[in-house]
């Protein structure tokens, strides 16, 4: 199983200003990936970091808002943007291999925007 | 665009008691994975168990097992025996390609 660190752990940012979450896996992994989890809802994929490519966003997200990047196999950041009350959430980190392989997440980045 | 649907907000057990949480899902698709997380109050995504949809067999792990009824895209988990850690959310989780779609999980609380 992979072991994923996520940093930071959570963050109280002031609102216009941007954050960036690192996501570091023990070993190389094929696939990484971006959720968020709003408070008290399920997670939302926000877009699959590719290696030495632009990332793959989903609908509604937008890298402008959410530039990713992944300049390795082991290594991937999630920039929050210009941030505004509605982006307290937990954003979550998760990798893998191919087809549906199991997940692994790291343990979440718990941001507050006031 | 595949959904997944978790009709149980809340559930509550007894200690050492058996509990089964529902789970439903939407695909045209033949080949995928499905999957069951627990996310206790650390945030920690928690892989609990992994059924591959080719395979007849439900899965098994430890007090953990499925009920995966594929005509019916059914997909519930059996907690058996069941602990104090076991409290957490609970979330069925339908995966195709490695892209996870989640429900809206199932919150599980253990009397002691």
């Known amino acids: 199983s992979a072991v994923i660190s996520q940093k930071p752990s959570r963050d109280i940012c002031q609102r216009g200003t941007s954050l960036t979450i690192q996501c570091q896996v023990d070993?190389?992994?094929?696939?990484m990936f971006w959720y968020r989890q709003q408070p008290g809802q399920s997670l939302t994929l926000i877009a699959t970091?590719?290696?030495?490519?632009?990332?793959?966003?989903e609908s509604g997200f937008v890298i402008d808002k959410f530039p990713i990047s992944r300049p390795n196999l082991t290594f991937s950041t999630l920039t929050v943007s210009n941030m505004s009350p509605e982006d307290s959430s937990i954003y979550l980190c998760?990798?893998?291999?191919?087809?549906?392989?199991?997940?692994?997440f790291g343990s979440g980045t718990q941001l507050s925007v006031l | 665009a595949q959904t997944v649907t978790q009709s149980q907000p809340e559930m509550s057990v007894q200690e050492a008691e058996t509990v089964t949480l529902s789970c439903t899902y939407d695909?045209?698709?033949?080949?995928?994975?499905l999957f069951w997380y627990k996310q206790p109050p650390s945030r920690q995504m928690i892989l609990v168990i992994r059924?591959?949809?080719?395979?007849?067999q439900n899965a098994t792990e430890n007090r953990f097992s499925v009920n995966f009824q594929k005509a019916a895209k059914s997909f519930s988990l059996k907690i058996s025996d069941s602990q104090l850690g076991d409290a957490a959310m609970y979330f069925c989780?339908?995966?195709?390609?490695?892209?996870?779609?989640f429900g809206e999980g199932t919150q599980l609380t253990v009397n002691p």
């Open positions: 998760s990798a893998g291999g191919h087809a549906n392989e199991k997940l692994f």
């Open positions: 070993s190389q992994v094929t696939m």
């Open positions: 970091a590719n290696q030495g490519s632009e990332a793959t966003y």
């Open positions: 695909t045209s698709e033949s080949d995928y994975y």
């Open positions: 059924q591959e949809a080719y395979k007849q």
């Open positions: 989780a339908y995966g195709s390609g490695s892209r996870l779609t």
